[in-house]
T-cell receptor, first 112, second 117 residues
């Protein structure tokens, strides 16, 4: 089955700095790559996603890049704020109706 | 849009009793819903895939007779933990995939914290 590796497992940055989280996947059939933010005691929240026909997508301070050849995708958060502190999960998926494959998560801490 | 609710948000029960957790897509229809459990500081572990009007597909190692899943409508799936034991204590989260979605978008509920005494 699909294997999604996520790095780093923990990341600490100062407020205002950028944070980058990287994921790799193994199944070349994967065509959908979402990122989720999970705060303590809550369910994951979809923050951004990218399809396989796009190399980059940006939404305000958040951006995701995809390199299909290398089978890796990354989440970039600029101008980090303390409220960005959470666990971030990357995932990969194929067709609608099938389960996503999740990375192990990155615990991001943004210190004031 | 794309809101998923879960009920209850937390539940405490005695060992041997059954607990039902509801997952609802509030503003979209979901042919497929997924059930996960999550242990502290770990990733999401898929338990089963639930398709409206058909039997759920369980992941290897998940007992289908213990974790009963029903997906009777396009907006509701339920997970019943039967004869619960302390080792079943966990955070259970559902997700729903919009029927009209072209890609594999999934939206998660807020989760249900189950504690079995």
């Amino acid at each position: 089955g699909e294997n999604v590796e996520q790095h780093p497992s923990t990341l600490s940055v100062q407020e205002g700095d950028s944070a980058v989280i990287k994921c790799t996947y193994s199944d070349s059939a994967s065509n959908y790559f979402p990122w989720y933010k999970q705060e303590l005691g809550k369910g994951p929240q979809l923050i951004i996603d990218i399809r396989s026909n796009v190399g980059e997508k940006k939404d305000q301070r958040i951006a995701v890049t995809l390199n299909k050849t290398a089978k890796h995708f990354s989440l970039h958060i600029t101008e980090t704020q303390p409220e960005d502190s959470a666990v971030y999960f990357c995932a990969s998926g194929e067709n609608s109706g099938y389960a996503l494959n999740f990375g192990k998560g990155t615990s991001l801490l943004v210190t004031p | 849009g794309a809101v998923v609710s879960q009920h209850p948000s937390w539940v405490i029960c005695k060992s041997g009793t059954s607990v039902k957790i509801e997952c609802r897509s509030l503003d979209f229809q979901a042919t497929t819903m997924f059930w996960y459990r999550q242990f502290p500081k770990q990733s999401l572990m898929l338990m089963a895939t639930s398709n409206e009007g058909s039997k759920a597909t369980y992941e290897q190692g998940v007992e289908k007779d213990k974790f009963l899943i029903n997906h009777a409508s396009l907006t509701l799936s339920t997970l019943t933990v039967t004869s619960a034991h302390p080792e079943d204590s966990s955070f259970y989260i559902c997700s729903a995939s919009p029927t009209s979605g072209a890609y594999n978008e999934q939206f998660f509920g807020p989760g249900t914290r189950l504690t079995v005494l």
